[in-house]
Every structure is written in structure tokens, then in C-alpha cells.
């Protein structure tokens, strides 16, 4: 059976780091934060290993199934007897394997920041941060209650603003940090208000109670969920289609992607851990975690899913052909290979052979996780180097940099979906999943991974081949950086190589079944020739310092410059809320209250002047005349009395 | 010779209450005002008196509210002169009209 310390002490270890820095950080424990803080993640990690070994091959499968544990649950707010918050850890197949994820990045990227931020001012608040981060992604990951998992929403949310605006003398950096709160916090009104029509209508907001209330179609909740219609829609389907909203917020689906690419403001690290690797599939983890619903309630909603998913791989992976700035193009890339694990769950079904696509997205976050967060530390070292982000100031450096060199064409390859690599193995069982369930957005997630091969090798040729490197300005006393920072590169390289082996599919699927996985060379003939085909124009491009960019761009014009522009989708939002939000609503609401609120209370106290200054010539100061109205006062009211009252 | 009655008496403090009016708006000289005054007082003091006698002759209220309006008359005397001399000390005048700094 599970530990329930065990598995406790696997988020809270790393918060224990956030609390010991964030307040003795400063003072007492400057130097030292950096490496408490990777001693005590490394624990963490060590014993998320130990939690995987333990659920797949010692007690998690009984009768071939694996089984979901909840070997803590702590009732937070009772509501009633049957409504309450708890706060529980669950443990099954997807949140191991999450812990695993979450916990070898996140040491991955402690060590690589010992090195990274050397020297930086703020290096104890920096590791508190990563520290928070860490908690609360893992407890996000192992919430056994809708509302738990709402709240280290939240909280990962927070960190994600505090490490994005971590340079916050930048105002670009400012700016980037709380567009992304503000993106995402939109969304999590829409994931707030699905948590709220679901376990209204299940009376629960326990997720094991939940999914069994709202799958079986002969319970009444499901029943009262199918029949209350709104628009058209029952409520069901608005529940899950909203708290789908706050994942595509998190996951930077499109149309709520905008904030991930400027993101990159953070220190590189953070956008390794954060916005490629752990926060961004909070998303997809969200969809996967309340999978039965979506699957067998409201197919409608995952087939909106599936879509959402394939049009925000495609329209990133194009936006990445044209971006510059090596980070931004990471982080496109990024959004394009979560629209490909959102769209996998998007045409899976439920148990059986049907469920492949729920297991290739879990598969394919697992890889992605890898050789994501290695091109992020990689392109971490290259800046670190150049000390710039533009590629045009890149070119060359496979000398200067072997290990970086190395270890990013790893991760290239992989990502590309080339044989025997990782990305390869995950990026075949979407597709096969795609293919046998929607053929259209097959089509589209084949384009997508002929354009993820050109664009990552367009990144990798600029920054170690073209033209070769010269310094620009300044000092160029460090070589390719420390053994801290060489060290992760090199374990995620393995990561990022070796994943692929991992049998899956008897570890990770829709139902808890081993889900038998079968490659098939002649389907697997397509994406693979697309993508060598990618890396070929890449080279035929790139590899050379030459013209051919220049010319293949203005030859294509208006759609490279749209492509350049990421499609004016920033400029559509900002003439929503400019032009449209600010001038119909904001100054509507700021006349109304000007005038009519503001007006009521100029008018009180106007007309208390007005009365004032009318009355105020009573008190003249002469005593006879006060006597004369005293006595015309008491004339009236013995009038009054003696006419009048009786 | 006839034995005054109530509406002799009456008549007396009416007269006498007006008089005292009179004197108390239209004079400028804050001791004839607080004589005024005395007057008002001194009629309705008579008034109880007469009331008492011929209305309730067994009771002594209006004896003792008289006795209490001499009394506090007194008093009020007093408090008046000293708040006069003290604005004669300020103003070098007691004209009432001169009087007029306490006002909005």
C-alpha cells in the first residue's frame, strides 16, 4: 500500500525550501539557499522514484488494472455532511508519473540555476520562488478534490507571475508577468465557475465521487446535469466546457495562448521548468485527470478539445517558423506540442484500444517534459553566452560549446520525431491515435510535425552552424559554463533519448489496463519522411550563411509577415480591451459613475450649502430679533393649541 | 367701592407683560432690557398669584412658583449684570446694537 508520509513529504519537502529562503533567505542563509534548495528537491525527487517503483511494480495493479489510492484525505471545510473541501493525495497512474516529471525537472533546473544565477542578488528569493513552484505543481498534481486542485491552481499560478516578473526592474518583464496572471486568472474564472455547475449538480467535490456520479448515466445527478439545459447545452457540458477553459488558459491553448511566448521574460530556467515542462501541462493533466467525464458525458466537449488542440499546434508551429528570438520560438514550440497531447486526448475514447490517445499524451507530455526543458536549459547555456536571445547574434558556436551542442541536437532530433529518439516513439502513438479516430486533424498533426522538424533545426543551425561566431563586445573570460550547468543538459539528454523505451502503455492508460502499443513501419513512414524532409529545408536554409531566408520570406509576403506578427493575435486582443473594452464599457462605466454617482453625492451636498447659505441669515447676532421670533413662535403655538389641537 | 376681581388682576399683568415686551425689543440699553425683563416675570408672578387665589384657593402651588420665579429671578439678575459689566469692559458700551459679533 501506499506511504501516505512518503508521498506528503514529496511536495512538502520542497516547501519547507520556499519557507526556509523566502525567510532567512536575505539574511542568513544567502549562499547557501541554492543548494538547500537542491538538497531538499532532490529528496523529493528520490522519493517520487521510490513512489513510481512502488505503484507500478509492487502494489498498484490488481487484477491488471492499476488501481487509483487515496492514502490520505483530510476533510479542510465541511460544508455539509456530504459537501466538503478535502485536501488528499491521490495516487494513480497519471500523478505518479507526474510526480516523476515535476520533480527530476524541477532538480534538473535547481542545479542548472546554482550555475545560471550565479552571482545574482536575489539568488535565496529566486530559489524560495522555485521552491513554491515545486509545491504547489505537485500538490496540484496529487489533489484528490476539484477544489484542491483549484486552489495549487492558483498558487502555481502565482509563482509562474512572481518568477516571470523575477527581473523586476524590467519593464518588459512587469509586463509579461502580470499579462500572464491576467490571461490565466481570466481563464480560472471560467475553470471556477465549471468546478461549481459540476459538483453543484454532483453534490461533490471529490474527484473519484465526481467522475463515478457523472459517468454512470443512470444516476441522478447525471441525469439532473443532462436535463438542465442552458443555450443549448446542458449543464454538463457547460461545466466541462468551462473548467476545459481554465486548462487551455494554463496549457496556453489557442485563442488564450498570448501570454506564454512573452513569458520568456523570466530567467531562462524558469521558462525550462515552468512554461515548458510542468506548469503549461497542468492543463492537459487537468483534462486527463477528469477524462471519464469528458470522454463518456460529453463527447461534444472533447471533441471541441481535440480541435482547440490541433488548430494551436498548427498555428504555433508556423508562428515558430518566422520567430527570432530563440526563446520565443521554444516557447511557440512548446504551445504546438501541447496543442498534440491536447488534441491526443481530444480523439481518445475512453478503455480499451480506443483510450491510445489518452496514453500517447501522457506519454508524449513525459518526453516532451525531457527534451523540452533540455532546448530550454541548452538555449539557457547559448544566452548565458552570447548574452543576447537573437539569433542573428548566434552562428557557430558548436565549437565554443560541444556539450550544449551535443545535448541540443538531442533534443532536436527528438522533438523532430526522429527514429529511436523519444519524441519519436510518443509522437507516433498521437498520431496513430489521430488517425484512427479523426482524420482530419491527422492532417493537420502531420503538417504540424513536418513544421516542428523545420523550425527547431532553423533554431539549431542559426545558433551552432550559419556563420561563424564572433564575440559582440564586452568580456568572453567563461567557457560553456560549470559542471552545474552541464550536468542536467547531459541527464536530460539521456532523459530525452532513452524515454521512448519506457512501455508505456502497460503503465498509463484510460482505464488502468495494459494498453498494448504496436508501431507499425509503414504508418510511421509519413511523419518521419516529413520531418527528415524538415530538417533538410532547415539545413538547405540555414546550415550556410546565404540568402535564401531573406528571399523565401519576401517571396511569401504577407503570410510570413502575418507569421511574424503571430497572426496580430496580440493586436485583435488589444483591440478588444483598448478600443472596444476601454471605450464602450470602461468609459460608459466611468461616465456613469462620474455623473450619476459621484452626481447624487455633489448633489447632497450642494443643496446642504445652498439651504445653509438661505438659513444662515437667522443668526444675526441681534439679540432682539431672536427675541421677536421666540415670541412669534410662541404666538403661533398657542394658536396651534388653542384653535388647532383642542 | 368694589372688590377687585380675577379679570382685574388680569388685566394689570397683561398690560404689564406687553409693557415689558415692548420695552425688552425696543430698547437699546441692556440694563432697561433686563428691567423689561423683570416686568415679563413680575406679571406672570402675578398671574399665578391671581389664579391661585381666586381659582384654587386651598393649593399653595402657585405661591411657591412664584417664590421659585423670584428666586430664580434673582439669579438671573445677577449672571445679567456680570455678563453687562463684562462687555462694558470689552465694548466700552453696553448699547446692544453694539453687541453683534456672535453671529454666523
Request: charged share 10%; net charge neutral.
Amino acid at each position: 500500500m501506499p506511504n501516505a508520509i512518503n508521498i506528503a513529504l514529496i511536495p512538502l519537502l520542497p516547501f519547507a525550501g520556499f519557507l526556509l529562503s523566502g525567510l532567512f533567505g536575505r539574511k542568513y542563509i544567502r549562499n547557501f539557499a541554492g543548494m538547500l534548495g537542491t538538497a531538499l528537491i532532490l529528496g523529493s525527487a528520490i522519493l517520487a522514484l521510490y513512489t513510481a517503483y512502488d505503484y507500478f511494480f509492487v502494489y498498484g495493479k490488481v487484477d491488471g488494472v492499476y488501481q487509483q489510492f487515496v492514502p490520505l484525505k483530510i476533510t479542510w471545510l465541511a460544508f455539509t455532511k456530504e459537501l466538503s473541501i478535502d485536501m488528499g493525495l491521490v495516487i494513480d497512474p497519471i500523478s505518479v508519473m507526474m510526480l516523476v516529471v515535476v520533480t527530476f525537472v524541477s532538480l534538473m533546473v535547481h542545479i542548472y540555476s546554482l550555475g545560471y544565477l550565479k552571482g545574482e542578488e536575489r539568488f535565496a528569493t529566486y530559489y524560495a520562488y522555485l521552491g513554491l513552484f515545486t509545491f504547489s505543481m505537485l500538490g496540484l498534481v496529487l489533489a484528490s478534490n476539484i477544489f484542491q486542485i483549484y486552489i495549487f491552481w492558483e498558487l502555481v499560478g502565482v509563482s509562474s507571475f512572481l518568477l516571470i516578473g523575477f527581473y523586476y526592474d524590467k519593464p518588459s518583464a512587469v509586463a509579461a508577468s502580470k499579462k500572464a496572471f491576467i490571461v490565466t486568472r481570466f481563464a480560472d474564472l471560467g475553470f471556477l465557475i465549471g468546478i461549481l455547475i459540476l459538483s453543484y449538480f454532483s453534490g461533490t467535490l471529490d474527484f473519484q465521487e465526481l467522475i463515478a456520479r457523472l459517468t454512470s448515466p443512470e444516476s441522478n445527478e447525471a441525469k439532473a446535469a443532462a436535463a438542465s439545459t442552458f443555450l443549448g447545452a446542458s449543464a454538463l457540458t457547460w461545466g466541462a466546457a468551462l473548467v476545459f477553459m481554465g486548462g487551455a488558459g494554463k496549457s496556453a491553448m489557442f485563442p488564450l495562448h498570448i501570454w506564454l511566448p512573452d513569458a520568456m521574460e523570466g530567467p531562462t530556467p524558469v521558462s525550462a521548468l515552468i512554461h515548458a515542462a510542468t506548469m503549461v501541462v497542468a492543463g492537459v493533466y487537468l483534462v486527463a485527470r477528469l477524462f471519464p467525464v469528458f470522454a463518456l458525458s460529453t463527447p461534444a466537449v472533447l471533441e471541441m478539445i481535440g480541435w482547440v488542440g490541433a488548430v494551436s499546434a498548427i498555428v504555433a508551429a508556423v508562428i515558430a517558423c518566422t520567430q527570432t528570438d530563440i526563446k520565443r520560438v521554444l516557447a511557440y514550440s512548446t504551445m504546438s506540442q501541447i496543442g498534440y497531447m491536447m488534441f491526443a486526448l481530444g480523439v481518445s475514447k475512453y478503455g480499451g484500444e480506443a483510450g491510445l490517445g489518452y496514453t500517447a499524451s501522457m506519454f508524449h507530455l513525459f518526453t516532451h517534459a525531457m527534451f523540452k526543458a533540455l532546448l530550454f536549459l541548452g538555449a539557457g547555456a547559448v544566452i548565458h553566452y552570447v548574452h543576447s536571445n537573437e539569433m542573428k547574434d548566434m552562428g557557430g558556436l558548436r565549437k565554443k560549446m560541444p556539450v550544449t551542442h551535443f545535448t541540443f541536437l538531442i533534443a532536436c532530433l527528438s522533438i523532430a520525431g526522429v527514429p529511436f529518439l523519444s519524441g519519436f516513439y510518443s509522437k507516433e502513438e498521437i498520431l496513430l491515435a489521430a488517425y484512427h479516430s479523426n482524420t482530419a486533424i491527422y492532417y493537420i498533426a502531420l503538417v504540424t510535425s513536418g513544421l516542428t522538424a523545420f523550425y527547431m533545426f532553423r533554431l539549431y543551425f542559426n545558433i551552432f552552424w550559419n556563420k561563424p561566431y564572433e564575440a559582440h563586445g564586452g568580456h568572453h573570460g567563461h567557457g560553456e559554463g560549470g559542471l552545474v550547468m552541464m550536468l542536467p543538459l547531459i541527464l536530460l539528454a539521456i532523459g530525452a533519448a532513452g524515454a521512448g523505451y519506457i512501455p508505456f502503455g502497460e503503465l498509463v492508460s484510460s482505464d488502468g489496463k495494459a494498453l498494448e502499443s504496436h508501431f507499425d513501419i509503414a504508418f510511421s513512414a509519413a511523419p518521419v519522411l516529413l520531418g527528415l524532409t524538415g530538417i533538410a529545408v532547415a539545413a538547405w536554409m540555414y546550415l550556410k550563411e546565404n540568402k535564401k531566408p531573406e528571399n523565401m520570406a519576401s517571396s511569401l509576403g504577407g503570410i510570413y509577415k502575418a507569421a511574424y506578427h503571430k497572426f496580430y493575435i496580440d493586436e485583435l486582443y488589444l483591440f478588444i480591451t483598448k478600443k472596444v473594452l476601454f471605450n464602450l464599457v470602461g468609459r460608459t462605466a466611468a461616465w456613469f459613475d462620474r455623473t450619476i454617482v459621484d452626481g447624487l453625492v455633489n448633489l447632497t451636498g450642494n443643496t446642504t450649502v445652498l439651504v445653509a447659505e438661505g438659513i444662515k441669515k437667522f443668526q444675526s447676532g441681534k439679540v432682539q430679533q431672536y427675541a421677536i421670533y421666540f415670541l412669534a413662535g410662541v404666538v403661533l403655538l398657542a394658536a396651534f393649541f388653542v384653535y388647532v389641537w383642542r | 367701592m368694589m372688590e377687585p376681581g380675577l379679570y382685574h388682576i388680569l388685566t394689570v399683568s397683561i398690560a404689564l407683560f406687553f409693557i415689558g415686551v415692548m420695552g425688552f425689543l425696543t430698547r437699546r440699553n441692556l440694563i432697561t432690557m433686563l428691567m423689561s425683563l423683570e416686568l415679563i416675570l413680575n406679571s406672570v408672578n402675578l398671574n399665578f398669584i391671581a389664579f391661585n387665589k381666586y381659582v384654587w384657593p386651598g393649593k399653595m402651588d402657585g405661591l411657591f412658583f412664584t417664590i421659585f420665579i423670584i428666586a430664580i429671578a434673582a439669579a438671573e439678575a445677577a449672571v445679567a449684570i456680570a455678563i453687562i459689566i463684562n462687555l462694558y469692559r470689552s465694548n466700552q458700551s453696553i448699547d446692544v446694537t453694539n453687541a453683534e459679533d456672535l453671529k454666523y
